[in-house]
């Protein structure tokens, strides 16, 4: 009888660990992008609140799913928590801003924004539009 019962505590903690994990695995729900592609500004301004958020799941989505896009906003794109040139990236963008009016032709548009560690320095994103969503495309 001694022998069962000690047979038995090992079984029945690995039991228990076994539903511990699965019900952490189950609880652990898979995030959906909130991302509105609806618009160039929109797209941008998902770079900026990246930044300030350091909330970096959309930006893996934001580039031209055609790869046509150029090496800085493929570097944008890839920024996550662990990635080389976070801190930079941080820094150049978490005060970003829109900064005039966005000019669309076709298929492609041109967003004028201020970045780096200041916010003042001025730049043009182009965004390419493949089929109703906008994407980075160069800068």
């Not at 300030?52 to 800085?72: A, I, R, V």
Request: with cysteine.
């Amino acid at each position: 009888m001694n022998f069962n019962v000690k047979l038995m505590r090992p079984i029945s903690n690995l039991f228990l660990i076994s539903i511990i994990i699965v019900l952490a695995a189950c609880s652990q729900k898979k995030r959906k992008s909130q991302l509105d592609f609806s618009g160039p500004g929109n797209v941008l301004q998902a770079v900026f609140s990246a930044a300030k958020s350091q909330d970096f799941f959309e930006l893996s989505g934001l580039c031209d799913p055609l790869k046509k896009n150029d090496g800085d906003t493929t570097d944008i794109c890839q920024i996550n928590k662990d990635h080389k040139d976070k801190k930079s990236f941080l820094r150049d963008f978490k005060r970003g801003r829109i900064n005039g009016i966005t000019r669309v032709l076709g298929n492609r548009a041109r967003v004028p924004f201020l970045y780096g560690s200041r916010g003042t320095i001025q730049e043009i994103m182009h965004l390419v539009r493949r089929g109703e969503k906008w994407y980075l495309y160069k800068y």
